[in-house]
């Protein structure tokens, strides 16, 4: 038996620090001018960072990695993220996994526990790993699936990704070549010619200062979330079809290839408009013209507008963003700053992007962008110094993971000798919680599911080494019924976006099959 407890890390949802600027607005800059993003939203010095999806001809590469330092610099030196009697103090520098794990063992004295035991996925391998590295003598079972790198640094990590996303790419061929209905091209072709025509520039529209194009980063970063198979979480073979959502991704590649070439301009510019605007008040609506006085406003009410940056300012603004988005997205960056101590300047990630593109193309260009926050972030690092020998953590991976590649739950088994590895030859990012019920399918989960369950209950390893192979759904199954071929269908936009894992509410988790 279990007491399970919450608690909210540092600047998440309530807790102390507040990271978000609160409520705030955006403004207008005077049209003509050279403008920022930090002229968007002078209230909030954390909002209004670049974006990668389109690149302005009056624009250079050098020019991005700048102006998010830039952003970086100015939100670090917010006086809302100061303390101390002459704001000798910034909040972010002590967000780091290392001061996560000091609030969890004083959490752990509170409660009167003797030992913690932590069950982590993704970033949750770091909390687990970390607290285990520093109170050894504290800890009781530890479980780190999909893991995170022990001994990270920019350069490694951003490598590292590059050849994972190659792998699951790969993966995705592979299956939706076998997989019927998946696409009507030729997965791999399908993926060369779009991002080829990308990256020609084939995709653009006009601006006030030039032309804006999108870039293959549109359909490269949808890989991170895109390229799984969650079958294994369905009720049933329809349920189950519309969870391998790399069949989405196909669905993508496919939908923009059957665009005629004559209305690309017109996606190029209804994506900017939805991806690159800013609501001001309603009194500003005479600046939302373009070069010629045609008025851009959209989205009118009577007290505010929508207006589209990318035109006339030649700039990608969004926002004001909420406040929690703010906070989210500087909590990410504050945290994995602390934990990975690396800093480059802007022409050292140029340097990094143009060796990452030449080894691994369009999906190496992604690559360089999933540590470019933190490559830049002025902080300094609190590594914690990831692994002991004290501990027997149950370290497991997928193989084919889309968002932590299998490479680092090796070294996380590296860092700590006296762990034992479980591998699930699957296409997913992380696994069934041990914690509900599960009944024996045809995925090839459930022996590693109930070891894990073993592990939870006695603290009993399973044999290093173990791995459970996973069935394809509608490849090494049976293939499903006719009704099973309608899928779930998305409407693409090139934002954020979380997964939808299959989970509803009223759900008997006993129904489901591993």
């Given at each position: 038996?279990?007491?399970?407890?919450?608690?909210?890390?540092?600047?998440?949802?309530?807790?102390?620090?507040?990271?978000?600027?609160?409520?705030?607005?955006?403004?207008?800059?005077?049209?003509?001018?050279?403008?920022?993003?930090?002229?968007?939203?002078?209230?909030?010095?954390?909002?209004?960072?670049?974006?990668?999806?389109?690149?302005?001809?009056?624009?250079?590469?050098?020019?991005?990695?700048?102006?998010?330092?830039?952003?970086?610099?100015?939100?670090?030196?917010?006086?809302?993220?100061?303390?101390?009697?002459?704001?000798?103090?910034?909040?972010?520098?002590?967000?780091?996994?290392?001061?996560?794990?000091?609030?969890?063992?004083?959490?752990?004295?509170?409660?009167?526990?003797?030992?913690?035991?932590?069950?982590?996925?993704?970033?949750?391998?770091?909390?687990?790993?970390?607290?285990a590295s520093l109170y050894p003598e504290n800890t009781d079972k530890i479980v780190i699936i999909g893991n995170l790198p022990p001994m990270p640094t920019v350069p490694t990590f951003s490598s590292d990704y590059a050849i994972s996303q190659q792998g699951v790419k790969a993966e995705f061929v592979d299956r939706c070549r076998l997989l019927a209905n998946c696409s009507k091209r030729d997965p791999a072709e399908a993926f060369r010619t779009l991002t080829e025509s990308l990256e020609n520039g084939e995709w653009k529209t006009k601006t006030d200062f030039g032309e804006v194009t999108l870039s293959p980063y549109a359909v490269?970063?949808?890989?991170?979330?895109?390229?799984?198979?969650?079958?294994?979480?369905?009720?049933?073979?329809?349920?189950?079809?519309?969870?391998?959502?790399?069949?989405?991704?196909?669905?993508?590649?496919?939908?923009?290839?059957?665009?005629?070439?004559?209305?690309?301009?017109?996606?190029?510019?209804?994506?900017?408009?939805?991806?690159?605007?800013?609501?001001?008040?309603?009194?500003?609506?005479?600046?939302?013209?373009?070069?010629?006085?045609?008025?851009?406003?959209?989205?009118?009410?009577?007290?505010?507008?929508?207006?589209?940056?990318?035109?006339?300012?030649?700039?990608?603004?969004?926002?004001?963003?909420?406040?929690?988005?703010?906070?989210?997205?500087l909590v990410y960056a504050t945290v994995m700053a602390g934990d990975i101590p690396s800093r480059l300047l802007p022409s050292q990630m140029v340097d990094m992007h143009r060796r990452l593109k030449a080894g691994h193309g369009v999906i190496g260009d992604r690559a360089t962008y999933i540590m470019d926050s933190i490559a830049t972030w002025p902080g300094k690092s609190t590594y914690p110094g990831i692994g002991n020998a004290d501990v027997r953590p149950l370290v497991m991976g997928t193989l084919d993971d889309s968002a932590t590649g299998y490479k680092w739950t090796q070294e996380m088994r590296m860092a700590f000798p006296n762990s034992h590895l479980m591998t699930f030859n699957g296409y997913f990012h992380g696994f069934p919680s041990p914690f509900q019920k599960r009944k024996r399918g045809t995925h090839g989960l459930y022996d590693c599911f109930t070891e894990l369950q073993e592990y939870v209950r006695s603290k009993t390893l399973p044999r290093n080494g173990r791995t459970c192979l996973e069935t394809r759904f509608g490849i090494d199954d049976p293939e499903p019924g006719s009704e099973a071929t309608d899928l779930l269908q998305d409407e693409w936009h090139f934002t954020r976006f979380d997964d939808y894992l299959g989970t509803q509410a009223g759900q008997e988790e006993s129904s489901i099959e591993l």
């Amino acid at each position: 038996m279990y007491d399970l407890f919450a608690i909210d890390q540092r600047g998440i949802a309530e807790s102390e620090p507040v990271l978000h600027c609160g409520t705030h607005t955006a403004t207008l800059p005077k049209l003509g001018s050279a403008v920022s993003l930090a002229d968007f939203f002078p209230d909030c010095p954390c909002d209004g960072f670049p974006s990668q999806t389109y690149k302005f001809s009056n624009d250079h590469e050098l020019n991005y990695f700048k102006r998010l330092r830039d952003t970086n610099y100015r939100c670090n030196d917010a006086p809302y993220l100061k303390r101390g009697a002459n704001n000798e103090y910034r909040v972010t520098d002590y967000m780091g996994t290392s001061f996560l794990a000091h609030d969890l063992d004083f959490f752990r004295r509170a409660i009167g526990a003797q030992k913690l035991s932590i069950f982590g996925i993704s970033y949750g391998t770091w909390v687990g790993s970390v607290y285990a590295s520093l109170y050894p003598e504290n800890t009781d079972k530890i479980v780190i699936i999909g893991n995170l790198p022990p001994m990270p640094t920019v350069p490694t990590f951003s490598s590292d990704y590059a050849i994972s996303q190659q792998g699951v790419k790969a993966e995705f061929v592979d299956r939706c070549r076998l997989l019927a209905n998946c696409s009507k091209r030729d997965p791999a072709e399908a993926f060369r010619t779009l991002t080829e025509s990308l990256e020609n520039g084939e995709w653009k529209t006009k601006t006030d200062f030039g032309e804006v194009t999108l870039s293959p980063y549109a359909v490269t970063s949808q890989i991170h979330g895109r390229l799984r198979d969650n079958s294994h979480s369905g009720r049933n073979d329809t349920h189950r079809r519309a969870l391998l959502s790399y069949v989405k991704f196909a669905d993508l590649l496919n939908s923009m290839l059957d665009l005629p070439e004559k209305n690309r301009s017109e996606f190029v510019e209804n994506q900017l408009n939805s991806a690159c605007s800013v609501t001001v008040p309603i009194e500003e609506r005479e600046k939302c013209v373009d070069a010629e006085g045609n008025d851009l406003a959209t989205k009118v009410t009577n007290t505010t507008i929508s207006c589209p940056t990318w035109k006339q300012y030649g700039v990608c603004a969004s926002g004001p963003s909420p406040a929690m988005n703010v906070q989210y997205g500087l909590v990410y960056a504050t945290v994995m700053a602390g934990d990975i101590p690396s800093r480059l300047l802007p022409s050292q990630m140029v340097d990094m992007h143009r060796r990452l593109k030449a080894g691994h193309g369009v999906i190496g260009d992604r690559a360089t962008y999933i540590m470019d926050s933190i490559a830049t972030w002025p902080g300094k690092s609190t590594y914690p110094g990831i692994g002991n020998a004290d501990v027997r953590p149950l370290v497991m991976g997928t193989l084919d993971d889309s968002a932590t590649g299998y490479k680092w739950t090796q070294e996380m088994r590296m860092a700590f000798p006296n762990s034992h590895l479980m591998t699930f030859n699957g296409y997913f990012h992380g696994f069934p919680s041990p914690f509900q019920k599960r009944k024996r399918g045809t995925h090839g989960l459930y022996d590693c599911f109930t070891e894990l369950q073993e592990y939870v209950r006695s603290k009993t390893l399973p044999r290093n080494g173990r791995t459970c192979l996973e069935t394809r759904f509608g490849i090494d199954d049976p293939e499903p019924g006719s009704e099973a071929t309608d899928l779930l269908q998305d409407e693409w936009h090139f934002t954020r976006f979380d997964d939808y894992l299959g989970t509803q509410a009223g759900q008997e988790e006993s129904s489901i099959e591993l």
